[in-house]
């Protein structure tokens, strides 16, 4: 059932201001969403630096 | 060396098209342009492997029923890991999107390519949807409650009936996704024929426009 | 962009090249992710909010129940009023001139008064005063039922849904039809005979549906739990996992003016209609971006490109 059952099942915590409402949760996963996107464009990528076929 | 009357059969068009346009060492190539060389490059996969995982425990669930996983502890960790992998497809497929945006990779004639993405995210979203719609709970009964109303809005009710489980069941595990199925085939199949997009100032030098 | 610049783009590459195992990469992938889902499924496991039954209704809220079944018999609840495709009570909501609810026709009838009080009824053996009432009711012509119906509805209305403060009127035998579905509801059998209208194979749950939706009762269940959609409930989960944040934008508009106002007309009553409209138009336009000026320049202006290719860059001096 999950280590954290209990945890994930109490009542959801909500960001909310004004008109904008979000919970916790949701966004985590947008952030989690834009924090990948931008190592993803940042990270150096492994043997990116030697081009091995040739021109 | 094709005869007249070869030329003119439809399964020699059709081989010598597929030759053309996808042979074997597009499809499965082992080197790419020196430019591949971005994690960026990876979410397309990891979109599909998510994918791979969700028909894995899809199926694995539909096998079951509908109802196991309330009273299976085997049954619910499957049902998790359906659920845990939708996220990451969506995460993924949205990263995937941001990035070729902004590598404008419907260049040189990728349209398609980029249509037939959008078409998948669009798609599976509907999809996902109707698996809210079969979790057999609270969250289904006022999801499909709720949902109602857009759809019948707009008179798509009246075929597709969000309360319906029956229907929802079946769109979920067979109409959908075959056409899920079909859309990313014909997307990743796009995607080796015309190769990855060259970066956008490739060519500078071959058109003399400065740098 | 030039048509030699875009016949370089689509020709085969003819630059420098590396090594690339695509399978390896998918592989991988698939393993890596298929590990993630499985360690966040054992830590957080997946939401599953028990369903809401008619006997969890009725045993928690006989007198919201009570008063939902003498408004189906009267006509005055949300799905007796709603029109179509379940019945021509109204003409639902529009699109201007286009009715388009109204044009697909009562695709899926419904009758509140038999589906969901009547027929449910007729299929349990019932008490003396109860089933007198369904004799009665039965042998009575609709506009007799109708007057009834109403009587009691306004009257309980005005009691506050309660019962026994009701005073004495020409109400025939709907408290009587309406307390016997409540025993019923009770006992655990309305579930199934809503669901089974009398046959033996059933998938679909439509009018257990409508009529669990037409009282209160789950209706504060979803509030609680955050679900309602004017407060971005479609993108929410039960507990507190993640939703379909997917729907952030189709949510979004319920949350603005007009479509956050029930009471401005043409856009705010007819909500439903017009942001299907609205993500409908945007979901084309996600498909045909490319086509679309402007949109299609940003990655251009906003030189993201060169993070993304900025060894190539590099190595090219570009």
Not at chain 2, 13 to 38: F, G, I
Not at chain 2, 86 to 109: E, N, P, S
Request: neutral net charge; charged residues 15%; proline residues 4%.
């Amino acid at each position: 059932m999950g280590i954290f059952h209990h945890f994930m099942n109490l009542k959801a915590v909500y960001i909310h201001i004004g008109w904008f409402q979000m919970s916790i949760t949701n966004l985590v996963v947008v952030l989690s969403m834009l924090l990948v996107f931008g190592l993803a464009l940042v990270l150096p990528f492994p043997g990116s630096k030697k081009g091995k076929g040739q021109k | 060396m094709s005869t007249g009357i070869e030329k003119e059969m439809w399964t020699t068009k059709l081989r010598k098209a597929w030759q053309k346009n996808l042979p074997v060492e597009k499809l499965l190539p082992d080197t790419q342009p020196a430019y591949v060389a971005s994690w960026i490059y990876m979410f397309g996969v990891a979109t599909l492997a998510s994918l791979g995982v969700i028909i894995a425990s899809g199926l694995w669930l539909s096998f079951e029923g509908a109802s196991w996983y309330h009273y299976s502890s085997v049954g619910h960790f499957v049902n998790s890991i359906h659920f845990w992998a939708v996220q990451f497809f969506f995460i993924f497929m949205v990263v995937h999107l941001w990035g070729k945006f902004w590598m404008a990779a419907w260049r040189g004639k990728r349209m398609m390519t980029w249509v037939t993405g959008a078409l998948a995210f669009v798609g599976s979203i509907a999809t996902a949807f109707t698996g809210y719609l079969i979790q057999t709970n609270f969250d289904s009964q006022w999801i499909s409650y709720e949902a109602k109303d857009g759809f019948n809005s707009v008179g798509i009710g009246s075929k597709f009936n969000v309360t319906n489980f029956g229907q929802m069941i079946l769109l979920h595990v067979a109409f959908l996704p075959v056409i899920i199925g079909v859309i990313t085939l014909i997307h990743v199949l796009l995607v080796r024929s015309k190769g990855v997009v060259p970066p956008i100032d490739a060519f500078n030098k071959e058109l003399g426009e400065r740098k | 962009m030039s048509d030699r610049r875009t016949e370089l783009e689509a020709a085969p590459w003819g630059g420098r090249t590396r090594r690339y195992d695509l399978i390896k990469e998918g592989v991988v992938a698939v393993v890596i992710i298929a590990i993630l889902a499985a360690v966040l499924s054992t830590l957080f496991g997946s939401p599953d909010d028990k369903q809401i039954t008619f006997k969890d209704w009725a045993v928690s809220a006989p007198a919201d129940f009570y008063a939902t079944s003498v408004q189906e018999l009267a006509g005055t609840s949300g799905t007796a009023g709603y029109g179509a495709p379940y019945n021509t009570a109204s003409d639902g909501v529009n699109l201007g001139p286009l009715h388009l609810a109204k044009i697909m026709g009562v695709t899926h009838p419904v009758d509140t008064v038999n589906d969901f009080v009547i027929t449910p009824l007729t299929t349990v053996s019932n008490a003396a005063p109860v089933a007198d009432a369904l004799k009665l009711w039965q042998a009575s012509d609709a506009k007799q039922q109708s007057t009834w119906a109403t009587n009691y509805d306004t009257a309980l209305t005005k009691a506050n849904q309660d019962a026994s403060k009701v005073p004495t009127g020409d109400y025939g035998p709907v408290p009587e039809l309406a307390a016997g579905l409540l025993t019923m509801a009770q006992a655990g059998s309305l579930d199934g005979a809503l669901l089974s209208q009398g046959n033996y194979f059933q998938s679909d749950n439509t009018k257990q549906t409508l009529f669990l939706g037409d009282g209160s009762y789950f209706n504060d269940q979803s509030t609680a739990s955050n679900l309602q959609g004017d407060t971005w409930g479609m993108m929410n989960e039960t507990g507190r996992y993640p939703g379909q944040a997917w729907l952030w934008l189709y949510s979004f508009w319920y949350q603005i003016p007009p479509f956050n106002n029930e009471d401005n007309h043409p856009f705010g009553a007819n909500a439903d209609a017009w942001i299907m409209v609205i993500m409908g138009g945007l979901s084309l336009g996600l498909i045909i971006m490319p086509l679309i000026p402007g949109v299609r320049s940003l990655p251009y202006k906003i030189k993201i490109h060169r993070l993304i290719w900025k060894n190539y860059y590099q190595e090219e001096n570009l």
